[in-house]
């Protein structure tokens, strides 16, 4: 018995195997909450517990995540879903509304989460400072908004305001009239303003009840229950009797509380646990005990209960003795996110026993003791020494043991201690090396009495360097240890190349820079305390302070340039109006493919995988997965009754039949009445292998074999020459790894089979309904006509969603086929990462001629981009780079030849940049690598370079109105730019182990799809009797406004209100032979033949309108209407001139490939710790050059949400392949995305005014995908600050730093005495690549 939405909930059959969120999603059809990776790592699924906490004596609320939280762990308690806070047909709840009115949704997958997190945060402190905002949700990811608008809707509970970076320039600072009247120009507009009002404020008393029920019955939680369900009977004792006699009865039983750690093996994993037995309702199991020696916590404490205990604790009994629990409190912060925290324990934290656990190494190094009980022996405590973790993810507990509690001895006089932890983001990520230190100094002295060092991700589990702890007994804290220091802790830990996790080299290095940062800290508090003659020096004083300054509490600005003065009210373009779907976004209501009912004889398939890259199949064994519950069938290559060849260059298989050549690559599908089912049966069918070799899984190999698609060339001018007679030659490589999509919502399609004349209906999460409609008739051998694809919305696509799609598309249309039932497939967020592709990783070995003034002659580059194991788009990828090949430069001489790699990773595909910004990305490197080596400023090379007005590029495309000069000295002069790096280098000048480093970076993008064909779009309107409009064109809404912006076109066209017109769905039915929704045409397309059709419903309606022109549009439609004339229009569009001649065996190449190009250049500033690697973002201005804004608030969100996604794949991202070819990299665990915290702490965004392009709708310019390779600006800001720390080094001159600067690559780069040995850059991507 539970309640949701304050609704009881009674299961009389409850299957301790199921989620609360299959529960609530399936069961009780509340759809709002969203499954996004079922690991706990992203927060879709976060909903609001509240329990009576019998301790507290009070009710308490608190974030969980539902993927992982088992259903029957919710007897008793109360569940809040977005559903039950707020709806569109009542009221919005205060969040709701205010993300809304902030833009801070776009595809909307990801809100609800996020808005149950804020919710809970409310419920507990109605009046959250930021930081309490910020840990809130740190749970949570988004990949559309760059996290922003969502920091700045949810400040507005806080009591912090904003302000602007401009200061006294500021245009708010300026009375409005006077500057208007000053200048005649059109006024700055901040975003903020227009969202400042909210119809309602929060009022905490409004709040929904504790379910008195609930209340009464508060004694539940001492009835010991068992739950028996298909496969696993779960067991809740309530005394420590029951519980130890459970655990000897079942000793291989889980004790499971949080099910963090557990729920992953059997969600994620597929695994069964046959007993499970939850001691959370053990109240022996959840105290914390102090007395004068030390703090006793119970094994089922959970950590967010934890936490203020031990603030608490630190409160009352002082800094000195507590250092251990402010230690576990530091780590605690960024132990996973709030949902985690929320229901995980200490002892699942222990007895999981991983090498990268935060907290063991903290019991281990400040002396703590286990105390275990086994039932029929009693208790026994064991030291959490060397011995504990005899072995990876084992603990000495015996058999049938429980852990009780954990016990940690307070720190004695002349006792230090403290932990740290780096890992690849963060916040909500584990460890790639955590430590935790401890001295015991003979009293009054600096003479080294005790000392413990335990780390973890050093070895298979928690490690002390016992060596180093030896050897430094009876040494004096003098600055001669370290080096010796240094020498013991290698021979602690000499890790073999071939270590699990790699990073050899960094790890060690961190390691020692941990020790060294804990020398100062020491050192540093022994002068304070008088022991120590000697202070830290000035430049080392940085490593005491957190890395940058403060939080997002600093200010962030939106501005554009408000509409004329005489644009009429009811003419929406260019006016901030929020997202079509914000309202039914942020309740919940907003329906995804996942959302759709399931129909009464439903189906779910689940696709069976190569877990070979390149192997003969020998033999498919589906013998036992026939025997499993709720097995219907299994399709594959001989259920195809078209053509099993499919993709756009028909270089995919639907299912393959003798061959693999990925892992990943689909080879049947299961076909059962559930989900669930369907996953345990695909898991029992049995594929052999015969390997092919060889294995070609990089570009590295792909070169070694000669395995390509393709080569093009593209030359303008004599290359070769002009480097022979250049002042300068430089030679360079570099490499830039690919990057996951991460959309919150995976692929997935429901196909429902009409059974008459072969009608088939998909519904798709697709990017591109057409080619799916196409694929899927293929498959069948019948006419497009008769299959109809609908497309609601997706949640966030970014070009993953383009063609990879077919991948189950095509398999689920086979199995509908074959079943005649309607047939659901939604990819989990594991198989989605590892079967759909991702954005191609680049290789660029490059020579640049310049002369000694800094000016280009030459560049000869050769790009290779990683295709996968069909070519799907990759060949339009590299001529995309190939195109952007000269970055915003004028070069006279230019040769560069792309090739495809064909290797055996799963295929890659589009990715927002479409490979520009790859190319761009490679053009700013040796651009930067110039500068270097004439030791100029490289804004100053950029500017030297730089394209101007009438310019023609190496494809012969000539600049008209050229705008970027514009936003380049814009954006420099709107940060402050030349001020900001004097004190950059006074900055760096002052510290040792922090730097800085700041940098514009320019862009210029081309606008239009490659294939000339692709380029046209249709749109159909219908306006019907009462006023009230239909649009549909052919895009697909995936976050990115353009719904909104094509209702705001017709809005303009027809003279009417936005809200008089609505767009239902994208379907093939309405708008036929569409192109994908890509290459940021969108609205420019689409937009221009809603434009089209609303203007012959104009020119229809022209007569009536001057025969009455005082009519309402009611009353004209109804005129209209009575009349006769039609009322419906459709609406075609081709984006005129652009042709591209280019011959891809000479290079000569000749056109306008492009309709126009987007232009803009942001500066950043970065701060690294030089010991770590790890940065902050402090500030990113941009200003973007968006002709006149179609709707300045959407379009300031797609830049403001593709720089973050580029700062992911520049900065943090990487996905890694193992030898087998494997992707390891699967799902929010081990895969990193940008989360809240990694948003620049000032980001401020404007659009260049008085811009116009009159190839575009409205002369408004493409979006999506320029604003991208801005990120750049962070890469570059970092490398300086790289730079920086190599001076101190005596390292000067140029280096390579790859993308992305994980914090392996900076700290490794950096290069000093912690590095293992006189650093090399060569010789570290050596190691890297070997
Ligand atoms: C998204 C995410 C982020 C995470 N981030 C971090 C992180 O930053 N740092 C980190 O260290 N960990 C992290 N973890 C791991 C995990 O959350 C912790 O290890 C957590 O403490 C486990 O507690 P639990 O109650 O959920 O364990 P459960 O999954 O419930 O149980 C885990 C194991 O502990 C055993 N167990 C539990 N209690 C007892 C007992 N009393 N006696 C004997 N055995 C027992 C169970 O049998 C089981 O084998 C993360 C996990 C997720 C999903
Ligand atoms: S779906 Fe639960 S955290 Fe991602
Ligand atoms: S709006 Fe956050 S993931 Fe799309």
């Known amino acids: 018995v539970f309640y949701v939405n304050g609704v009881k909930v009674t299961e009389p059959h409850p299957e301790p195997e199921t989620t609360l969120l299959v529960y609530i999603r399936t069961k009780l059809r509340l759809t709002g909450t969203k499954l996004g990776c079922g690991e706990g790592g992203c927060g879709a699924c976060t909903v609001m517990v509240s329990k009576w906490d019998k301790e507290k004596n009070r009710i308490v609320h608190f974030s969980v995540n539902s993927c992982l939280a088992p259903v029957v762990s919710m007897h008793g308690y109360a569940v809040t879903t977005v559903e039950g806070i707020g709806s569109t047909k009542t009221k919005l709840h205060a969040v709701q509304e205010r993300l809304a009115k902030f833009h801070g949704s776009q595809c909307g997958f990801c809100t609800p989460g996020i808005v149950m997190s804020m919710y809970t945060l409310l419920r507990n402190n109605p009046v959250p400072d930021m930081e309490s905002i910020e840990k809130s949700l740190q749970g949570n990811l988004c990949r559309c908004t760059g996290y922003r608008p969502i920091l700045g809707a949810f400040r507005t509970f806080s009591a912090s305001k904003n302000g602007c970076p401009m200061g006294d320039k500021c245009c708010r600072n300026k009375p409005s009239e006077d500057s208007k009247q000053e200048n005649g120009e059109q006024q700055e507009v901040h975003l903020e303003d227009q969202t400042d009002s909210f119809s309602q404020q929060y009022d905490p008393t409004q709040e929904p009840i504790f379910p008195p ?68 309702s053990v109240r022996e199991l959840s105290h914390v005990k102090t007395d004068n020696l030390g703090i006793e916590i119970g094994a089922s404490c959970i950590l967010s209960d934890l936490v203020e205990r031990l603030k608490g604790i630190v409160d009352e009994r002082g800094q000195n003795p507590t250092q251990a629990l402010s230690s576990m409190l530091e780590m605690l912060h960024w132990f996973a996110g709030d949902q985690i925290r929320n229901v995980a324990v200490i002892g699942g934290n222990i007895m999981t026993a991983s090498p ?185 004083e940085c490593t005491k302070v957190p890395l940058g300054g403060n939080h997002h509490g600093s200010i962030s600005t939106q501005t554009w340039h408000e509409v004329p003065d005489d644009q009429p009210e009811d003419d929406t373009v260019g006016r ?241 086929n074959k079943c005649g039932r309607p047939v659901r497939c939604i990819l989990t967020r594991q198989d989605d990462m590892l079967i759909t592709g991702q954005r191609h990783s680049f290789y660029s070995k490059y020579k640049v001629g310049f002369t000694k003034d800094g000016k280009l002659t030459s560049l000869v580059n050769h790009i290779y981009n990683n295709g996968g194991n069909t070519a799907d788009l990759s060949l339009s990828v590299m001529n995309r780079a190939m195109l952007h090949a000269d970055g915003t430069y004028k070069i006279p001489n230019v040769s560069i030849t792309g090739k495809t790699c064909k290797t055996n990773i799963a295929s890659n595909t589009a990715f927002r940049g479409f490979g520009a910004p790859q190319s761009l990305f490679i053009a700013e490197d040796w651009i930067q690598k110039v500068a270097a080596r004439l030791g100029m400023p490289p804004e100053k090379v950029r500017e030297i370079n730089m394209y101007k007005e009438g310019d023609t590029t190496h494809f012969g495309q000539i600049l008209t109105d050229f705008n970027l000069p514009r936003c380049w000295r814009e954006c420099l002069e709107r940060s402050n730019f030349e001020e900001r790096k004097a004190k950059v280098e006074e900055y760096n000048l002052a510290n040792r182990w922090r730097k800085r480093g700041i940098s ?200 403001e949400g593709a720089f973050v996604q580029g700062y992911g794949m520049m900065m943090m991202e990487e996905p890694l392949i193992n030898e087998g070819g494997s992707l390891i990299t699967r799902g929010p665990g081990a895969y990193k995305i940008p989360g809240f915290g990694d948003c620049p702490r000032s980001f401020n965004v404007h659009l260049l005014k008085n811009s116009k392009n009159e190839r575009a709708v409205f002369s408004s310019k493409g979006v999506g995908e320029p604003p991208l390779f801005l990120s750049a600006s962070v890469f570059f800001a970092a490398k300086n600050a790289v730079t920086a720390a190599r001076k101190h080094s005596n390292l000067s001159g140029e280096f390579r730093m790859d993308s992305p600067a994980t914090v392996e690559r900076i700290r490794m780069c950096c290069g000093d005495k912690f590095t293992s040995q006189e650093f090399s850059p060569e010789e570290f991507y050596q190691l890297l690549e070997s």
């Open 213 to 280: 029920e609930l209340l009464v019955s508060k004694a539940e939680s001492d009835v010991s229950l068992k739950f028996v369900g298909e496969r696993v009977t779960w067991y809740r004792p309530t005394t420590l009797d029951q519980l130890t006699d459970l655990k000897e009865k079942f000793p291989d039983a889980h004790l499971v509380v949080g099910n963090t750690e557990i729920g992953i093996e059997t969600g994620v994993k597929g695994r069964c646990y046959p007993v499970i037995v939850t001691p959370a």
């Open 576 to 816: 901030a109006v929020p997202h079509h779907s914000s309202q039914v976004q942020v309740t919940g209501e907003a329906r995804y493919t996942d959302d759709i009912p399931p129909y009464a004889d439903e189906l779910h398939m689940w696709l069976v995988t190569s877990q070979r890259c390149h192997a003969h199949i020998r033999d498919v064994d589906i013998k036992e997965a026939m025997t499993s519950p709720g097995f219907v069938t299994y399709v594959d290559h001989r259920d195809v009754p078209g053509s099993n060849i499919t993709g756009v260059m028909k270089g995919d298989c639907i299912f393959a039949e003798d061959k693999v050549t990925c892992v990943g690559q689909v080879i049947g599908a299961v076909v059962a009445d559930t989900y669930a089912h369907a996953q345990r049966a695909a898991q029992l069918v049995k594929v052999s292998y015969e390997d092919i070799f060889p294995r070609i899984l990089t570009i590295e190999d792909a070169i070694e074999h000669v395995s390509y698609y393709s080569s093009a060339n593209l030359k303008v001018g004599d290359a070769d020459a002009a480097l022979k007679a250049s002042d300068h030659v430089l030679e360079g490589e570099m490499r830039i790894a690919g990057q996951e999509h991460f959309y919150l919502e995976t692929n997935g399609c429901l196909v429902i089979p009409k059974n008459e004349f072969g009608e088939i209906e998909i519904f798709s999460s697709t990017q591109n309904p057409t080619d799916l409609q196409l694929y899927a008739a293929e498959a069948l051998g019948i006419d497009i006509n008769k299959v109809v694809v609908k497309v609601k919305r997706l949640g966030g696509g970014f070009g993953g969603k383009e063609t990879r799609f077919l991948v189950v598309s095509n398999p689920a249309v086979i199995a509908a």
């Open 356 to 540: 990268i656990s935060d907290l063991n190494p903290i019991f281990m190094a400040c002396g703590a003791t286990a105390k275990f009980m086994l039932h029929s022996r009693g208790e026994r405590k064991v030291p959490m020494d060397q011995t504990f973790f005899p072995s990876y993810r084992k603990t000495s507990a015996l058999k049938g043991e429980v852990l009780i509690s954990v016990r940690l001895p307070f720190m004695r006089q002349s006792e230090y201690m403290k932990a740290y932890m780096q890992s690849k983001r963060r916040e909500d990520d584990i460890a790639i090396v955590n430590a935790a230190l401890r001295v015991k100094f003979h009293d009054g002295t600096r003479k080294v009495e005790e000392f413990s060092a335990a780390f973890g991700g050093m070895a298979a589990t928690s490690v002390l360097a016992q060596h180093t702890m030896t050897n430094i007994i009876g040494r004096e804290w003098e600055d001669d240890l370290i080096d010796d220091v240094a020498q013991w802790m290698r021979e602690d830990f000499c890790l073999e190349v071939n270590t699990p996790g790699g990073m050899v080299e960094y790890r060690e290095a961190l390691a020692l820079s941990f020790f060294f940062k804990f020398y100062l800290h020491v050192k540093d508090l022994l002068f304070k305390d008088g022991i120590s003659g000697e202070k830290i020096s000035p430049e080392e």
């Open 1000 to 1199: 514009c970076i320019p862009t210029k993008f081309g606008i239009s799809f490659g294939l000339t064909q692709l380029n046209q779009a249709g749109a159909l309107v219908h306006i019907y009797k009462d006023g009230s409009v239909l649009l549909t064109h052919g895009g697909t809404e995936m976050g990115q406004g353009l719904h909104i912006k094509t209702i705001q076109i017709a809005s303009k066209c027809l003279g009417i209100p936005v809200s008089q017109i609505y767009v239902s769905n994208t379907s093939t039915e309405t708008v036929p032979n569409t192109a994908p929704t890509a290459a940021s045409v969108g609205s420019d397309i689409n937009g221009m033949a809603v434009k089209n059709a609303c203007k012959t419903l104009m020119g229809r309606l022209e007569q009536l309108k001057k025969t009455n022109p005082a009519a309402s549009w009611k009353e004209l439609i109804m005129n209209a209407y009575n009349e006769r004339i039609s009322l419906s229009a459709t609406g075609f569009y081709k984006t005129p001139d652009i042709y591209c001649d280019w011959n891809k065996e000479t290079g000569e190449c000749n056109g306008m490939p492009f309709n126009y190009f987007t232009y803009g250049a942001a500066v950043s500033e970065v701060e690294i710790d030089c010991l770590t690697g790890d940065h902050v973002v402090l500030q990113t201005d941009i200003v973007m050059d968006l002709g006149r804004s179609l709707n300045p608030a959407v379009d300031i969100g797609q830049i």
